[in-house]
């Protein structure tokens, strides 16, 4: 019997709820590049631009046609049976696992949903579309909000808990993820290497596809369900 589960997400999962993924054809990067929207650098000389990218995609999430998928779901179902056993770690900034009804994630990369205090990082939920009149409550002087969105070059967050429970798992899940940025494309390794189970689901074999025990094509609405369904029945 299963005892502990980590399940990695990228975007990917979250394709077919209508989010365009990063590195595809016709993905994010390629209309925004990194260094104009996603680093401290481009920030610092264009915060209007950086905020707008970011705005865009709020606004975007919080439209009504984006709900999540099957497999957003199936992995929330898998939660509630396996009550405390499971430690989802999503690369995702947006909220469609916790809208299916996920509990227990690291955002480890940020969330669209919130903001913060560039000073005391305190983080606040995200009610209106950023601008330089959104500022902090919590200096004198008030310090205008940024994105609550890990950039390129700074930290990961929730790290000291992803490698506890991956140090411990016996089942290791990547959905959806292209396996282009560390430190979350080598949580396979640490998997392997505590003697975990591995399996790779993604629409094609990611560029660690090759560390994995077992990899599985197809798109993450069909095989999320059946992978969480094969946990539940005990065939892991
Ligand atoms: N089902 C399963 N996998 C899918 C589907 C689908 N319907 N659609 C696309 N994919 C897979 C692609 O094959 C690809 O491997 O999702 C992956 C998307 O890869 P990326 O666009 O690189 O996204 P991701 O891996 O999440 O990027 C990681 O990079 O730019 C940073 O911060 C950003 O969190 C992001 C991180």
Not at 156 to 170: F, H, R, V, W
Not at 178 to 205: C, H, R, W
Request: aromatic share 6%; with cysteine; net charge negative.
């Amino acid at each position: 019997m299963l005892q502990r589960i980590v399940v990695l997400t990228g975007a990917g999962i979250s394709a077919e709820s209508g989010l365009r993924t990063f590195r595809e054809e016709d993905g994010l990067w390629e209309k925004h590049p990194i260094e104009e929207v996603a680093t401290p650098q481009a920030y610092q000389a264009n915060p209007q631009k950086v905020r707008q990218f970011y705005n865009d995609r709020w606004q975007q999430l919080n439209k009504g046609d984006v709900q999540p998928n099957a497999a957003h779901l199936a992995l929330a179902r898998l939660e509630q049976e396996f009550a405390g056993r499971v430690h989802l770690v999503t690369q995702n900034v947006d909220n469609l696992h916790e809208r299916a009804g996920f509990r227990r994630i690291t955002h480890m990369h940020g969330e669209l949903s919130k903001v913060r205090c560039p000073v005391s990082h305190q983080v606040f939920p995200m009610q209106q579309p950023l601008s330089d009149n959104n500022v902090c409550t919590c200096c004198i002087p008030h310090y205008p909000l940024r994105p609550h969105i890990v950039w390129f070059g700074e930290m990961p967050l929730g790290m000291a808990q992803i490698e506890t429970d991956l140090a411990q798992c016996d089942l290791f899940v990547a959905i959806g993820t292209s396996g282009s940025v560390y430190p979350a494309a080598g949580f396979v390794d640490i998997a392997q290497s505590v003697g975990a189970k591995t399996i790779e689901l993604n629409l094609e074999p990611s560029l660690t596809a090759s560390h994995f025990q077992e990899v599985r094509v197809g798109p993450a609405s069909q095989t999320v369900p059946t992978l969480v369904e094969e946990i539940l029945q005990g065939k892991l």
